[in-house]
């Protein structure tokens, strides 16, 4: 039997007992509940109680309890009525009460409740007395019905260590208190896979029969006493490889014994240069913290840029030795270099060589295989910096041909064709440019082969005619220059013309002889012809043919523009021509060809530096490709071939030897600045270098490899507007826009062509003489509203005259303004965008032009307003503080790209 | 007594915390990627410039010789010669009514060089030459009656001063 059984029926059970005898005769209490155990009864009803008498019941009454008033009846009621344990449906309840008629004559007790079904709760029960007479007598009394009774006991709260990020914990089960009441099995809410790190309320709850079930809480409290261990790494260094690399400290980890994830933090987020102490924290959840620390050195040592190959050799062996050259590297910590080398771009990379932080070139002795790449790695101490961009290399073969009898237009004899010939070894990766050389007028005789001196004869072959001599190997002599342009993938044939040497002139003849060998590389790359056979056969690209000459080869090369035009050659275009200290006879000028001119400018031969002219006659046409001229300071004219090897500037008489700046320096300069022009004029779409462009200074690699400093001094057009060259219609009060033209404030102001400029002025150009000597004085070319928006540059062509106004000068510093159609102005000093210097050392210098290229970017940084799409004027004005007087020759203002 | 029990404890490193051990060395790593590829050459200070690369080259002289500054041990020498032409001294190819060669003679030879050679007889100007010998410089004047005789004599190199070598006179150097 449940506990809420027998609660039910002790309670009706004592209910049956007190109505059984209802015949009110007498107020005896009756029967009354018996509430049973467990059930605060209270001062109820409790006929059942053991000693047989109503605890709470009302006390019996008689007709002696009427007071001597006039009451008929009288009547008492319990003080309450308690019934426990009911169940929540409700238990019967009776109410009793005693009475008697003062009379003592009957009375009749009739209560509420009277066996109602009361569901726990408290209510008021009322019972009333009447008498026969019909008097009556009535009394209240609280009626309160307890539910069942059953609880639960949780056991107390328990404290445990951690085991895990959960933690097995026992619990005894609670303890049920089932008074009067039945409970079922308690069950629990506790997590089954363990008690997390904190504290966990746990709830028993257990079913109540008939009833709701009971429940009660208690508290687990796992506590975790150690702190996370924190894992990081063990001291290191990082290299940061460029300026705008950030560095982070690696990675770590922690791991702790009751939280799966603590909380992990760094202080520092960033690194910089230097010692970095990185402490890594990780705290767990129950609040205790671990930690690591790092030592972080972070090393700067940026990745070289500009990297070149600037010189191969065609080792005595077969083997091939590359040099490599770059730019300095940023980055405090650099303490070198390493070359590099693999098979292809990416790798993988093989270390060459490590040179020190002041390096810029280095060497691979002996390159294999047919193409490699190049790179260079910035070290930092024992640490690899930054890596360079690659630089492809092909290995180097030698090769040559000596065809006798042949025919060449305008050369009154049958003749050789003389080459020495220089390619990738690995011809199956061309079609390969050609690029043809040409050595000047110089001696074919030589006593021994190793003599200094040659001497002149008259040859209708390659060939000395003396036979008490040996054949100068003038072809040979540029034969370094041909394996360094080959080694960057080009067929490169460095030609004879020794029969052409000695004679007067003949640079149409050897223009013709240039034509010749071109139609000799077409059959070799079409049909194939002896002493090649088809080796060559579709391994020459001879539609973006380059040509060098040299002296009077560097005319020769000026005038195959011409000859071809005159009489093409199918499948051949000529592309790039580059003349080095030419002679200027006949007067050509190249056109639709890129063209380069180099000046030495200690040529003891060519004095007056005549490639000024096939330069400036270049310029005459609205050819977007481009135009350079470098005056190369410190260097003859001989030494750029190997065979030359007498110094023109003897004891000095162009320049003091001891400005002249060495053979190999100049052989150095020249593959730099020829391999970069190919470069830059070869390959369709290229656009040259910065520093061909006379945008920046020479590169660091080229400077590293001649050995010395080189002075250049670069003039450069191409796709540009021209303002005025000072030979239009109306100059120089108009332009070549056909705007005014405005010269104010200066000593002299004068519009001058070829040698009315001066007598040192070698140009065929038109240009203005502007000295000035105080006041500020203005030269304002008028733009009309032009647009400058496809333009990159303000361009133009100045130079520091001799003259007393520049007496103790050492350059020109100006500033160039340009204002826009609204009349805003900005201007740019050229000493922030390049360097004018006052002529050039030399025992009798001339003036020759360079050029000066202002950013339309730093004049719109100066006047961010500055509208560019409608410009009003380019103004020259001379009033920069220790620069206030002087003299310049000016021309050639262009808006250019 | 009925016992409850929770869980059992396991340490658990997060899934994505696992590729972290061991933990890399980040970012240096390539400082040994090749090591074992080549042997390191020694560090040198600074790199190689053309200049000792030619002097390694036994193929190539680095020492180059000035050029004298004017060809002073040259002689002029009269020669009669049988051509249909000669130059008039003035600019023109004409017909020889009595050609003579003007040789200037040099035994160490002549050098070749991008300035033409011109021989000035007084106010004549011969510019057509050839080289009959390595250490003969010929020029014809279609005329030996019309030369000046007493004139001095240079030769000269283009328009370059500077390389001007005197000869005397025709005069003496007639055989």
Redesign the interface.
């Known amino acids: 039997m449940s506990a809420r059984d027998l609660l039910l029926a002790t309670l009706l059970g004592a209910l049956a007992l007190g109505c059984g005898d209802d015949d009110g005769s007498t107020a005896d209490a009756g029967p009354g509940v018996d509430a049973g155990p467990g059930i605060d009864a209270g001062p109820g009803i409790d006929a059942g109680s053991p000693d047989g008498g109503p605890t709470d019941a009302a006390p019996p009454l008689d007709a002696a309890a009427c007071d001597e008033g006039d009451e008929a009846v009288v009547i008492a009621c319990p003080d309450e009525l308690v019934v426990d344990c009911a169940p929540a449906a409700g238990v019967e309840v009776a109410a009793t009460a005693s009475a008697a008629a003062c009379d003592d004559g009957p009375v009749t007790v009739t209560c509420t409740p009277d066996g109602d079904l009361l569901a726990p709760g408290e209510s008021e029960g009322r019972c009333v007395a009447r008498t026969e007479a019909g008097d009556e007598a009535s009394c209240t009394f609280p009626v309160r019905v307890t539910a069942a009774a059953v609880a639960l006991t949780c056991p107390d709260a328990i404290t445990t260590a951690?085991?895990?990020?959960?933690?097995?914990?026992?619990?005894?089960?609670p303890a049920v208190m089932d008074a009067c009441g039945v409970a079922g099995s308690p069950s629990?809410d506790?997590?089954?896979?363990?008690?997390p790190v904190g504290e966990t309320e746990?709830r028993f709850e257990a079913p109540v029969e008939g009833g709701d079930p009971v429940a009660c809480t208690t508290l687990?409290r796992v506590t975790d006493e150690d702190a996370p261990t924190v894992?990081?790494?063990d001291d290191?260094?990082?290299?940061r490889?460029r300026p705008d690399e950030v560095?982070t400290p690696?990675?770590?980890?922690?791991?702790?014994?009751?939280d799966?994830?603590p909380t992990l933090e760094v202080d520092t987020e960033t690194l910089a240069r230097g010692a970095n102490e990185v402490t890594w924290s990780a705290t767990d959840s129950a609040g205790r913290t671990g930690t690591c620390v790092t030592s972080i050195d972070v090393l700067e040592a940026y990745a070289p840029t500009g990297v070149r190959l600037v010189?191969a050799?065609l080792r005595g062996d077969g083997s091939t030795?590359v040099?490599i050259?770059w730019e300095g590297a940023g980055g405090a910590d650099r303490t070198?270099?390493?070359l590099?080398r693999a098979p292809a771009p990416g790798g993988?990379?093989?270390?060459?060589?490590?040179?020190?932080r002041?390096?810029?070139?280095?060497?691979d002795p002996r390159m294999d295989g047919g193409e490699r790449h190049y790179r260079v790695v910035t070290l930092a101490g024992?640490?690899?910096g930054g890596?360079s961009e690659s630089v492809r290399a092909y290995a180097l073969d030698a090769a040559g041909y000596d065809l006798r009898g042949e025919s060449v237009p305008t050369v009154p004899f049958a003749t050789t064709l003389y080459g020495v010939v220089r390619h990738p070894r690995d011809l199956s990766a061309g079609p390969y440019p050609l690029v043809l050389l040409l050595h000047?007028?110089?001696?074919?005789?030589r006593r021994t082969p190793?003599d200094?001196?040659?001497?002149?004869?008259?040859s209708q072959d390659h060939e000395?005619p003396?036979g008490?001599?040996v054949t100068t190997p003038n072809a040979e002599g540029l034969a370094y220059l041909a394996e360094t342009v080959a080694a960057q993938g080009y067929v490169a044939v460095s030609i004879s013309a020794n029969a052409m040497?000695?004679?007067?002139?003949w640079i149409g003849e050897r223009a013709q002889l240039l034509r010749a060998h071109l139609a000799q590389w077409a059959e070799y790359a079409t049909s194939g012809g002896a002493p090649f056979g088809g080796t060559f056969r579709g391994r020459v690209d001879l539609s973006r043919v380059a040509l060098f000459g040299h002296?009077?080869g560097g005319e020769a090369v000026a005038a195959v523009p011409a000859v071809l035009r005159d009489a093409p050659l199918v499948g051949v275009n000529v592309t790039s021509i580059f003349s080095l200290?030419p002679?200027d006879f006949d007067g050509y000028a190249p056109r639709d060809v890129a063209y380069g001119v180099l000046l030495p400018a200690c040529d003891?031969?060519?004095?007056?530096l005549n490639g000024t002219d096939i330069h400036d006659r270049s310029l005459a046409f609205d050819d977007p490709r481009p135009r350079a001229q470098v005056l190369f300071a410190g260097a003859n004219?001989?030494?750029f071939n190997?065979e030359w090897?007498?110094?023109?500037?003897?004891?000095g008489?162009s320049c003091d030897v001891s400005l002249e700046v060495?053979?190999?320096?100049q052989?150095?300069m020249l593959?730099g600045v020829f391999g970069a022009w190919l470069a830059g004029t070869v390959p369709t779409g290229a656009l040259p270098e910065a520093f061909v462009r006379a945008d920046a200074p020479t590169p660091e690699g080229i400077d590293?490899?001649?050995?010395t400093p080189l002075d250049l001094r670069w003039t450069y057009a191409a796709e540009r507007l021209r303002v005025d060259d000072l030979e239009g219609p109306g100059t120089p009060g108009t332009n070549r826009l056909g705007e005014a033209n405005a010269f104010s404030g200066w000593s002299t102001a004068e519009r001058c062509f070829d040698n009315a400029c001066g007598s040192r002025y070698p140009h065929e150009r038109g240009a203005m003489i502007l000295s000035w000597d105080g006041g500020g004085p203005v030269a304002s070319f008028g733009l009309g509203g032009a647009d400058g928006s496809g333009w990159d540059t303000v361009s133009m062509r100045v130079v520091s005259r001799r003259s007393v106004f520049n007496s103790g000068a050492d350059e020109q510093v100006f500033r160039v303004i340009l204002e826009d159609a609204a009349g805003r102005r900005a201007a740019v000093r050229t000493s922030d965008v390049t360097t004018v210097p006052h002529l050039y050392p030399h025992n009798d210098p001339l003036e020759i032009f360079q050029t000066v290229r202002v950013p339309f970017a730093s004049f719109l940084a100066a006047t961010p307003g500055l509208d560019r799409s409608r410009l009003g004027a380019v103004e020259v004005r001379m009033d920069v503080g220790g620069y206030r007087r002087g003299s310049v020759l000016l021309t050639d203002v262009a808006l250019a790209n | 007594m009925r016992t409850f029990h929770f869980g059992t404890a396991l340490p658990v490193i997060p899934e994505d915390m696992r590729a972290a051990f061991p933990l890399a060395v980040l970012l240096v790593a390539a400082a040994c990627a090749t090591s074992d590829e080549a042997t390191p050459a020694p560090s040198t200070p600074s790199g190689p410039t053309r200049a000792e690369l030619e002097a390694v080259d036994p193929a190539t002289d680095p020492e180059p010789a000035p050029m004298p500054r004017a060809l002073t041990d040259a002689t002029l020498r009269l020669s009669a010669i049988d051509a249909d032409e000669g130059e008039d001294g003035r600019g023109a190819l004409v017909a020889a009514p009595d050609p003579i060669a003007l040789d200037v003679e040099r035994d160490a030879g002549w050098p070749g060089r991008a300035e033409d050679p011109s021989l000035h007889v007084g106010g004549l100007r011969f510019e057509r030459y050839a080289f009959p010998a390595v250490t003969t410089l010929r020029f014809v004047a279609a005329d030996q009656g019309a030369l000046p005789m007493d004139a001095p004599v240079e030769l000269h190199w283009g328009d370059d001063a500077d390389a001007t070598v005197a000869l005397g006179t025709l005069s003496e150097a007639r055989p």
């Open positions: 951690c085991a895990g990020p959960t933690t097995e914990v026992s619990l005894d089960a629990s506790g997590p089954a896979d363990g008690f746990v687990v894992m990081c790494e290191l260094t990082l290299v490889t560095l690696p990675e770590a980890a922690a791991t702790d014994a009751c799966p994830a010189s050799t030795r040099t050259a070198g270099y390493a590099e993988p990379w093989t270390r060459i060589t490590t040179v020190g002041n390096a810029r070139t280095a060497n024992a640490w690899d890596a000047g007028n110089h001696g074919i005789c190793t200094d001196e040659d001497f002149c004869g008259t000395c003396d008490r001599f040497n000695c004679r007067n002139g002296s009077r200290a002679t003891g031969d060519v004095r007056f004219h001989n030494f190997t090897r007498i110094d023109d500037n003897g004891d008489r060495g053979g190999p320096a052989r150095g593959e590293a490899w001649a050995g």
